[in-house]
T-cell receptor, first 114, second 112 residues
């Protein structure tokens, strides 16, 4: 089954404790992206990747890191989480970045930073 | 700057039509999208329209695009309770077509 998986689905952590949210897709997609969803603000892009070893900043990259060492994986790293990073995070992938291509979304990771 | 606006809520009676509106400040001349998010799930693509089109119909869905006014709308005919969800429009950044800008989302509630 074609899908995007994220782990963990729920995470409660404390300020400053490094964490990684994993994202994996099995569709051989070139493009992957991370978003955060906050009430009243919609989805905002954190980082995206056009291909292996190619990443770029989205609209809200501060406090986050990503890497794309393999085509299928695109982990999101919070080196020193803060309470303002409490949010619902989505990973997405698509065949290419632009054009009539659907972005397939993972189920989301709800992160709470206390 | 890039800004995509939607009204936050819409409530309709089952069987009526729903119209969800989206306005944007600027966009690349390419595809514009509508995504649906059901409770507790990620987003799924509903439909898209190419920027040289004014209208696209897909079963109960009609997308209208007014490029002059930078206005995109999604009409759902014969709205059902299963259509209750959050709907997002998404437009490519005018500076980078690989970057999608999502709207704030409209929560559609369908009541019997």
């Amino acid at each position: 089954e074609a899908q995007v998986t994220q782990n963990p689905r729920y995470l409660i952590t404390v300020t400053g404790k490094k964490l990684t949210v994993t994202c994996s897709q099995n569709m051989n997609h070139e493009y992957m992206s991370w978003y955060r969803q906050d009430p009243g603000l919609g989805l905002r892009q954190i980082y995206y990747s056009m291909n292996v070893e190619v990443t770029d900043k989205g609209d809200v990259p501060e406090g986050y890191k990503v890497s794309r060492k393999e085509k299928r994986n695109f982990p999101l790293i919070l080196e020193s989480p803060s309470p303002n990073q409490t949010s619902l995070y989505f990973c997405a992938s698509s065949l290419f970045g632009s054009g009539p291509y659907e972005q397939y979304f993972g189920p989301g990771t709800r992160l709470t930073v206390t | 700057g890039e800004d995509v606006e939607q009204s936050l809520f819409l409530s309709v009676r089952e069987g009526d039509s729903s119209v969800i509106n989206c306005t944007y400040t600027d966009s690349s001349s390419t595809y514009l999208y509508w995504y649906k998010q059901e409770p507790g799930a990620g987003l799924q693509l509903l439909t898209y329209i190419f920027s040289n089109m004014d209208m696209k119909q897909d079963q109960r869905l009609t997308v209208l695009l007014n490029k002059k006014d930078k206005h995109l709308s999604l009409r759902i005919a014969d709205t059902q309770t299963g259509d209750s969800a959050i709907y997002f429009c998404a437009v490519p950044s005018p500076y980078n077509t690989d970057k999608l800008i999502f709207g704030t989302g409209t929560r559609l509630q369908v009541f019997p």
